[in-house]
């Protein structure tokens, strides 16, 4: 017989670690920010700011980069109440998709019903410029790691049938993702819809990849994000999530992006960015 709590139980994990951020919060958000590229400034337009550092969370990764530790910062958005990550796992790092996607049943636990997600990706798709936004309306998983995978969860609980997402459905939230590209046409920005490619990394791809990815549909590619738009998905909240082109990923253009290159294309996508992130926060809590 099993005792209970188990603090092995993953779902017992979200209780706890809920538990303890909400009775630090003036108030439940409504909405959860992953601060990728492009948004990791939004922080400082989140007013009243309250910060928890991961280190002192239950249950939380642990950055193993010193003095890197990621906060969890909730706070007011345009009046309305957000938390928001800044720092999110990869895969790359070593973290396994149930850890890299811990954070999002926890956000979700505490009364989050939208997550908004964003990311750094390589433009794979010709007509993409440097800063361009993608919002992101389907993926192509090539991390082969769903959240709901036995693998991850070790033997508990058992996996049903229900928990799998349904065939063919995309993750992504329509209304929200046709919001982001008209407040990008209304500011006069370039927004495109397209598909996100995942790889584990940590590398960049060669030509004969980045021509193969083309190839099968793919608009741009990264290294994070699906994994987390997974579990948002199993569990029922709406997702907006959007890519800035921080370098030109095609078998004939030149290879070297350096990490300027990066925070150049982050600066142009940032007001871009945080103009979607405020039309998409105000519509989540109106609709
Ligand atoms: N490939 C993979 N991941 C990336 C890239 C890329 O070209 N750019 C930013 N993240």
């Known amino acids: 017989m099993t005792k209970h709590p188990d603090p092995q139980c993953p779902a017992e994990r979200v209780l706890r670690t809920a538990e303890f951020i909400a009775c630090k919060l003036a108030e439940l958000p409504r909405v959860a920010i992953i601060l990728g590229s492009g948004l990791g400034n939004l922080v400082d337009y989140i007013e009243d700011a309250i910060a928890i ?5 239950p249950n939380w990764g642990q950055s193993r980069i010193a003095g890197h530790s990621g906060q969890l910062i ?11 990550m800044s720092g999110r796992f990869h895969r790359y790092e070593g973290w396994t998709t149930e850890q890299v996607s811990f954070p999002v049943r926890v956000l979700a636990a505490i009364g989050s019903h939208t997550l908004i997600v964003s990311n ?12 361009d936004i993608v919002v992101i309306r ?3 998983d090539m991390m082969h790691g769903h959240p709901c995978r036995r693998f991850d969860y070790g033997t508990y609980p058992p996996q049903t049938r229900s928990d799998a997402p349904l065939r063919g459905a995309s993750p992504y939230d329509q209304a929200l993702s046709d919001r982001a590209l008209e407040t990008a046409r209304l500011k006069n ?12 990394g940590p590398t960049y791809e060669t030509r004969a990849e980045y021509r193969f990815m083309r190839k099968i549909g793919a608009d741009v590619v990264g290294m994070s994000t699906v994994p987390e738009v997974l579990q948002a998905q199993r569990i029922g909240m709406r997702v907006l999530a959007m890519s800035m082109v921080s370098n030109i ?7 070297r992006t350096d990490h300027a290159d990066v925070l150049a294309a ?4 940032e007001p871009r960015m945080r103009a979607i992130v405020r039309e998409a926060v105000q519509r989540s809590t109106t609709s």
């Open 53 to 57: 550092d991961y280190a002192d969370i």
């Open 249 to 255: 990923a095609r078998p004939d253009a030149p290879l």
């Open 120 to 131: 750094a990706a390589g433009g794979l798709n010709p007509q993409y410029r440097i800063g």
């Open 138 to 140: 389907d993926h192509i």
């Open 189 to 200: 920005f370039p927004a495109h819809p397209g598909t996100y490619l995942a790889t584990l």
């Open 266 to 269: 982050a600066q142009i996508a």
């Open 74 to 84: 909730f706070g007011w958005f345009d009046s309305q109440p957000v938390i928001a």
